[in-house]
């Protein structure tokens, strides 16, 4: 019998001991008398399992390098001395292995003995119980006897650790296998875990004998899948028991897209396992994805349709039909007496393609106009307008994977390791590997320096200078000569490049005139450059830091420029890689939802693209663009909007410029808020549609790298309905009939819609496991790497990007410039982690400022501080840090009692409207008391929970309370 090894038939449910070789030279053994070929490289352990011959194991796993410690896996070689472990021992052509005989079996056991005479045997109670590696393995080997006794030395009373609220460490069960300790430093590289002690003293140690919560510890769960006991065990699992059944679907969280096995008790989650299948984390996860899912949930979850006139009246619950009647009875109303264009709509980057779809399609197709829009309006616009002009496409260019491939890494205005993890642990991994880093950031962010990794090169650029810093990179590299001119003559438009070639050239963008504007020392950006324009790959990923600009679209443009000129577009390892902030934020934007495009990024303008969607919807479709978000709320004040139909988005908490946001959404006459809590926006509703989470429906997330991922129902909604379902009984209740059973249906006409999904079916994502569009005839499989022959636009394109300093500025009043940002355990708006225990690390937003900051106006750390903008006044808790430059101060936004975007302004990018979150002049000053603003919203908000509770509780309705 012959095994050929197909790295496309691999079982993700099965652990084959070692990594998988990537060698392209195949190599044939015998095991066990089958013969099988498999990639020179590949360890004997895995040769065996891939021939579904089972080598017992402990310190192995097919994620972590062979350690060899535990030697269970020992075996024989035909021809050689003793018993190798099989996983330290590569395959060679020709060698014979025996797995099982007498000896090999002897052998197993004398060492089980060792591990059991200092284990508890309290497996009928322990909460591993049944799914417990050591218990599994003590069964493959025989072990029936424990000749040494238990009453010598032994670690069984050492003291529990139940300081991290998700999982308990309990040492008396560990066999010091190392698999927790190498999981935190080679797949998430924190390197937290280390082995204290030598010998019979040897122990797994957080920090310094730290507990788990003080230590550095970052709650990926990489150590707790790692175990092979119940040393470290899910709390959930502790308290529920083992789960009985799994179901793979997608992440609901930041744009990565990881995929996780939600392991379930009938309709519970007990826990959230990553996938190994995912194709985007290869079976990784943060805190977050892995442990944050309580809050689907949470008792603050809204299961029943509410209603109300005013949002001075306490709410009414209602049945679905009423609800939906009441919302499309509003919303013909508003349109008869203020016409067509007087409502509108917001998709959402939380829910699926097909609900994206579904909502751009009610607002054109029964609402009649184009007034939809999306949270990527405040976030990536700029990404889509800067990557369309320049490469022809709205997305980035690049699987994550390929970071794999890249020599240097450029990291502009992203924090990786906080707001993207799982891809922060795969860089992390690949600069320990050798790759260079140069991280261009006003704000000292982790990866400038962590264990064993530290940048090249931090350009603490000033903000707002963004434009200024590209121009210049793109200077040096034409002024020393270090441009890609083969692939510029092949790939790239002539005229174009020669007129960008005269603008950069020009003596104004060098780094020794910029630096006035930039901050940063001429020769160290000099250096950032050539390290960029000289290794054999180089890739740039960027974040909000890029597009958060009055100048977004600029910045974006210029690192396309920056990737043309030196040839680093369509390979793996290079590429312009925008690093999406929600978990299907790259699908809202695919799925049509801004104003002027329909799905797939076809203008609404062409007769011809529209006339297709016409045929298929039955409608007439406008051929004019209709309000942007920022639109909407200046269209609302000034009297002519006045209905929203708004889906899984709290632009109530998100957008900038608080105060204008709330008076516009009173000005509305018809808010309908579709949530899974009542959240900022929702208070200022008039009807709230229940929506569902991310377990309880069916359908599709694409994530930042565009792949396609499946997201299935693992347990019922608890209002009843999913979310496309609403909105396709809201279009009905409205006469715009729509009639589908399935997601997968609606997945099919998006298919036929749009050129990029041509191929994509809820079938070939089942074969595929996921599909990275463009999907069509020419590229039937996915296209995970873009633009290697040629651009959708034929030619690369230069556009020149002149830098304007942007209108917000520090002066004596306003002397400090603020920027936001994400912390690693809270997102966006915070809606959902608030909810869960993540609040442990972080439940207050803070103001970061420098020690020299803080002592000119005597804060100190702890105090309260009062933030003043030309916009507003805000009041939050000081953190003295040196990670900010002097006149630079920082926070997040995931706490709305904080008003982050109280004091953020409404200037925003020239070409997107996208808000200049990144630089706001402010004042801090010491303070006792909350601002005017947080008063009000204390008010208003115990208000609005007020009419809530009565609705929930059934308390009759009060005139005047």
């Given at each position: 019998m012959?095994q ?18 990537v ?29 579904d ?15 060899g410690?535990c030697?269970?896996c020992?075996?024989?070689i035909?021809?050689r001395?003793g018993t190798?472990?099989?996983?330290t ?18 052998l ?11 284990h ?12 417990c590696?050591?218990?599994d ?5 025989g072990?029936?006897?424990v ?9 069984l ?5 139940h300081?991290n ?8 069960k ?15 590289g ?6 204290d ?7 797994v ?11 550095e510890?970052?709650?990926c769960?990489a ?7 119940s ?6 699992v502790?308290d ?17 897209g990881c995929q ?11 826990r959230m ?5 995912g194709?985007a984390n ?14 689907a ?7 029943k349709?509410?209603?109300?006139d ?7 619950e209602?049945?679905?039909e ?33 609900e ?29 307008y ?26 502009i ?8 993890p799982?891809f ?10 050798g ?5 261009a950031?006003p ?7 962590s ?5 090249q090169h931090?350009l ?8 200024a810093?590209?121009?210049a ?5 034409m002024d020393?000569?270090?441009?890609d001119?083969a ?5 790239c438009?002539t ?12 003596e ?21 450059a050539?390290?960029?324009a000289?290794?054999?790959?180089a ?33 793996e390892?290079v ?12 699908g809202s934007?695919d ?8 799905p ?6 062409d ?42 988005e709290?632009i ?8 204008h946001v709330q ?12 949530d ?16 569902s ?33 609403v ?5 009905n ?6 009639s589908y059973n399935?997601?997968s ?5 998006i298919?036929l819609?749009?050129?990029t999904?041509?191929n ?15 999907c ?27 830098y304007?300093a ?36 972080h ?9 020299q900051d ?8 702890g105090?309260h501080?009062?933030i003043?903008?030309?916009a ?5 808790r000081?953190?003295i ?9 920082y ?13 953020t302004t ?13 630089v ?13 603003w ?16 009565k ?7 009060v005139?005047?309370?």
């Open positions: 012959i050929i090894f197909d790295p496309k038939n691999v079982d993700y449910d099965k652990d084959y001991g070692t990594p998988a070789s060698s392209e030279n195949l190599v044939t053994l015998e095991v066990d008398g089958v013969s099988i070929t498999v990639p020179e490289g590949t360890s004997v352990m895995r040769a065996a399992a891939i021939a011959i089972n080598i017992p194991k402990l310190c192995a796993s097919d994620n972590l390098e062979a350690f410690s030697r269970i020992a075996v024989e035909e021809g001395r190798p472990a099989s996983c021992t590569p395959v060679d052509a020709g060698m014979k292995v025996t797995t099982q005989n007498p000896r090999l079996g002897k197993r056991r004398n060492i089980m003995e060792l591990y059991i005479s200092d508890p045997l309290d497996c009928l109670t322990c909460p591993a119980n049944g799914n590696e050591l218990q393995v003590a069964g493959e080997v072990l029936r006897d000749r040494y006794g238990f009453s010598g030395e032994n670690h009373d050492a003291e529990k650790d300081s609220p998700y999982f308990s460490f309990d040492p008396s560990c066999i010091v296998c190392s698999r927790c300790v190498r999981a935190c430093s080679e797949v998430q924190t390197f937290a875990l280390t082995i002690g030598r010998g019979f003293d040897s122990k140690s957080p920090g310094q004998n730290q507990d788990f919560l003080d230590s510890c970052v709650s769960g150590c707790v899948q790692a175990c092979p006991t040393t470290l065990m899910e709390k959930t502790i529920a028991g083992q789960p009985e059944h799994s179901v793979v679907t997608t992440c609901a969280y930041c744009g990565v996780f096995k939600a392991e379930m008790k009938g309709a519970e989650v007990i396992v990553p996938y190994k299948g194709q290869h079976g990784h996860s943060c805190v977050k994805g892995r442990f944050a899912f309580g809050y949930t949470h008792e603050d979850r809204i299961t349709p509410m209603v109300r005013s949002i001075d009246q306490p709410w009414q209602v049945s679905w009423e609800a939906l009647s009441f919302a499309a009875t509003k919303l013909r109303g508003i349109q008869k007496q203020y016409g067509r264009e007087s409502i509108g709509g917001i998709t959402s980057s939380r829910c699926t393609n097909e994206t779809y579904l909502v751009q399609k009610l607002i054109r197709a029964a609402f009649g106009n184009n007034n939809t829009d999306t949270c990527a309006r405040v976030c990536h616009s700029p990404t889509g800067g990557l369309k002009t320049t490469l022809g496409e709205s997305a980035g260019t690049q699987t994550f994977d390929s970071v794999m491939f890249a020599d240097a890494v450029m990291v205005g992203a924090n990786p390791t906080d707001a993207h799982v922060g642990s795969l860089l992390k991994k690949r600069l320990r590997q790759a260079k880093l140069i991280v950031d704000r000292r962010i982790d990866l400038v320096k264990p064993h990794v530290e940048t931090h603490t650029l000033r903000p707002g200078s963004n434009v810093f590209i121009n990179m793109a200077h040096v590299i020393e000569g270090l441009e001119k692939f510029i003559a092949e790939r438009e005229e174009a490049f020669t007129a960008w070639r005269n603008f950069i050239s020009e104004r963008h060098s780094p020794e005139n910029t630096e006035s504007v930039t901050g940063i020392p001429a020769a160290e950006l000099r250096g950032a050539r390290i960029y000289t290794a054999k790959n890739a740039i990923y960027y974040g909000l830091g890029v597009t958060e600009h009055s100048q977004g679209s600029s910045m974006v443009m210029g690192i396309a420029n920056l990737a043309l000129a030196t040839g680093n577009i369509g390979r390892g590429g312009v890689n925008p690093l999406r902030g929600q978990n299907n934020v790259q934007c799925m049509g939802s801004f104003p002027h495009e329909l797939g990024y076809q203008h609404v303008s007769d011809a693209l529209r006339a297709k969607f016409e045929a298929v919807w039955g409608v007439t479709i406008d051929n004019e663009p209709g309000l942007r978000i920022p639109n909407m709320f200046d269209a609302a004040l000034d009297g002519t909007y006045k209905g929203m139909y708004c889906q899984g709290d109530a908490q998100s957008d900038p410029n608080t105060n008076a516009a959404l009173r000005s509305l006459e018809c808010l309908v808020v579709q899974i809590f009542l959240n900022e926006t929702a208070k200022f509703a008039h009807v709230f549609l229940p929506g989470s991310f377990l309880e429906k069916d359908g599709t997330f694409t994530n930042a790298e565009r792949r396609i991922n499946r997201v299935r129902k693992v347990m019922p909604p608890l209002a009843g309905l999913q979310d496309w379902e909105t396709q009984a809201l279009s209740a409205l006469g715009y009939e729509m399935h997601p249906e609606i997945m099919d006409e298919a819609l749009t050129p999904f041509t994509v079916s809820y079938e070939r994502l089942e074969e595929l496991g996921s599909i990275q569009w463009p069509n005839d020419e590229a039937p499989d996915g296209t995970p790497t873009m633009h290697e022959e040629s651009f959708p636009i034929g030619k690369g394109h230069f556009a020149i990007t002149e304007v942007t209108e917000e500025r520090s002066s004596r009043k306003y002397p400090l410039l603020l920027t936001t940002g994400r912390i690693l355990s809270q997102y966006n708006v915070g809606a959902q982690t608030r909810r869960t225990d993540n609040q442990m690390w439940d207050e937003d803070v103001l970061e400022l420098h020690p803080a002592e000119d106006r005597g804060i100190n750390d105090d501080v009062g003043a903008s030309r507003g006044e805000t009041v939050m000081a953190k840090s040196d990670r900010m430059q002097p006149g630079v101060v926070t997040t936004f995931h706490h709305p009692d904080s008003g982050a975007n109280v004091v409404d200037n925003s990018d020239w070409a997107t409207n996208c808000p200049e979150y990144k706001t002049a402010v004042q801090a000053v010491k303070v006792t008391e909350p601002s005017d947080q008063q009000r919203y204390r008010e208003f908000n115990q208000k609005q929970l007020g009419y809530l509770q609705a929930q509780t059934n308390e009759p309705v005139a005047g309370k």
